[in-house]
Each structure stands twice: as structure tokens, then as C-alpha cells.
């Protein structure tokens, strides 16, 4: 399902994609107060699929419940995997993971604390936009995830 929140002031928008509705409804109750929120639960049909792919967004959360899902899977499935290094994107996933901060991937581990998953949203949020030679859109790393 696919829904956004009420646009607040600062106008962010984030995309939620999950393998899990309590999941997908956790990270959106904990972020909807500061931020807009769309999600996506897969699996979906091709035609929220191809919606998921139009949705504006400035951050894309893939949050895993199950130690089975692999992010890349998720993001082929919706559509996003194109997204990759152009839009910020959040891995919430109980499996190791080595993020890339040249890409624009970063990781929380799961299960999360709250406040962890809101502090980390909003330092990848807050980082300036600089643009790259072929006018790509990039974010300048001014921060390191621990």
C-alpha cells in the first residue's frame, strides 16, 4: 500500500519499502511527525510498483524483518533499483552490512531504538547537495554512520 502522510513544513519526503506491514507501520509512526511519509509492503502489484517508481522521494528506508530478505531484491521489486546512488537510501536489516557513503547507502542495525532510526534519518536528511559534473545530484558526506 502505498500513502502519504500530511505535508509538514519541511517538506522531506521518505519512501518506506518493507518486507513486513508492522515493520513498515513502526518506521512510519516513528517518523510521520517530522517528516512525509509514502510506503510500499512487498510483495506488490506491478501497478504500485510502477506508481513506488514515480514517487518523489528524498531518502528510500528498506527495512527488513526477515533475515532472508536481501535489499536489492526488495528495490528490483519496487521498481527503484535505479534510485541507487542518486537518492539516499537506509538499510534497516538484521544481517551484516558494509554501507557506502559515496553511494549514499547507509545501515541501521535491527531491531532499532527510535530515537537511533530519528537521528540517523535526519543527519542524512541535513546533508547539503552539491551537484556533480554531469549534473547528477549527490550529497556532500559531511558525516560518517558509526
Known amino acids: 500500500m502505498i500513502r502519504s502522510a500530511t505535508p509538514l513544513a519541511n517538506g522531506k519526503r521518505i519512501f518506506v519499502l518493507s518486507d513486513s506491514e508492522p ?9 510521520c511527525q517530522q517528516f512525509r511519509i509514502g510506503k510500499l509492503i512487498l510483495p506488490a502489484t506491478p501497478v504500485l510498483a510502477r506508481h513506488a517508481r514515480a ?22 521489486q519496487a521498481l527503484v533499483v535505479n534510485r541507487v546512488g542518486r537518492v539516499p537510501l537506509l538499510i534497516i536489516s538484521d544481517r551484516s552490512f558494509t554501507a557506502d557513503h559515496r553511494l549514499q547507502i547507509y545501515h541501521l542495525n535491527f531491531p532499532f531504538v527510535v530515537e537511533r532510526l530519528q537521528s540517523q ?3 542524512i536528511l541535513r546533508m547539503p547537495l552539491i551537484f556533480a559534473a554531469k549534473g547528477e545530484r549527490q550529497w556532500k558526506r559531511s558525516w560518517q554512520c558509526p
Open 23 to 31: 515493520l513498515a507501520r513502526t518506521v512510519e509512526f516513528c517518523l
Open 55 to 76: 514517487v518523489k522521494t528524498d531518502l528510500m528506508i528498506v527495512a527488513l524483518a526477515s533475515s532472508l530478505s536481501e535489499p536489492v531484491i526488495v528495490l528490483s
Open 121 to 123: 534519518v535526519s543527519q
